[in-house]
């Protein structure tokens, strides 16, 4: 098994929610190396600007992952590197965050696009509101919204509009479909952002890759229960490492 993860974090909240998922994962295996990469500070909407600087500063030949928009990414990143990545994870990641006709299981576009206006009049504000979101469904929501928000770093608002650009450009289908990889996709059963019926959409999609789904959590989940998290991809990536 190769020993380094790297793992992507979501959109404008910074590395600091990926941490206890970090941690506890050294704790249950001290070999492997987990390392959180902050995301691009790139005011482009160009998924491909984004990409290229991901690939230049990540180390080959390692799991790739993330969180939601990291996730996306790091799909994308697998599968341009092919057998130099080792395999893929991704945490409450859509194949498409703005649905389409083709990907119904995903937010409305309308929905998106008051989303942008709203952190394009006032980042901070849609900040807080994108907080609850992702803790929308846990056991204390409103503890977890706090504890997102107070480690957000400071964003430069084009930076923060690129990213929603790219979230709602990239479509993941295609990469999931050309990497041959092992992949873990986990799911959260409250998740405001991204649909509980993703999970199944991704497996008639892909039915030989491993997804999970974890019930009464948001999408902050790996924050929520990094502890339950840290053991179901241990196990994959043990699995995964023994074929």
């Known amino acids: 098994m190769r020993d380094r993860l790297i793992l992507l974090p979501g959109w404008g909240l910074g590395i600091t929610p990926l941490q206890p998922l970090a941690d506890a994962l050294r704790g249950l295996d001290p070999r492997l190396h ?3 990469e902050p995301l691009p500070q790139l005011s482009s909407s160009n998924p491909a600007d984004w990409l290229d600087e991901l690939d230049a500063n ?15 990414l790091a799909a994308e990143l697998a599968a341009r590197r092919g057998e130099r990545c080792s395999g893929l ?16 299981d995903a937010m409305a576009a309308d929905t998106f696009a008051a989303f942008r206006q709203g952190c394009a009049t006032d980042a901070s504000i849609t900040l807080k509101r994108f907080s609850l979101l992702c803790a ?20 430069e608002p084009s930076v ?14 295609v990469a999931l479909q050309a990497f041959v990889g092992p992949q873990l996709h986990l799911f959260a059963g409250q998740d405001a952002l991204v649909p509980e019926n993703t999970a199944q959409a991704l497996l008639t999609l892909l039915p030989d890759v491993e997804i999970g789904l974890i019930d009464g ?7 929520e229960r990094p502890h339950e998290i840290a053991m ?6 043990h699995e995964a490492g023994d074929d």
Do not use: C, K, Y
């Open 34 to 36: 987990v390392e959180i």
């Open 89 to 104: 994870l991704t945490l409450a990641s859509n194949l498409r965050f703005v649905a389409e006709p083709s990907w119904p």
């Open 232 to 237: 179901a991809i241990q196990a994959f990536l």
């Open 136 to 155: 929308q469904g846990a056991a204390d929501a409103r503890a977890l919204s706090r504890q997102l928000l107070s480690a957000a770093p400071q964003l």
């Open 58 to 72: 990540l180390p080959q030949d390692a799991w790739l992952g993330g969180w939601s928009l990291g996730g996306m």
């Open 160 to 173: 923060l509009l690129a990213g929603l650009d790219i979230l709602a450009a990239l479509d993941t289908r």
């Open 217 to 223: 959590v948001g999408h902050a989940f790996a924050l």
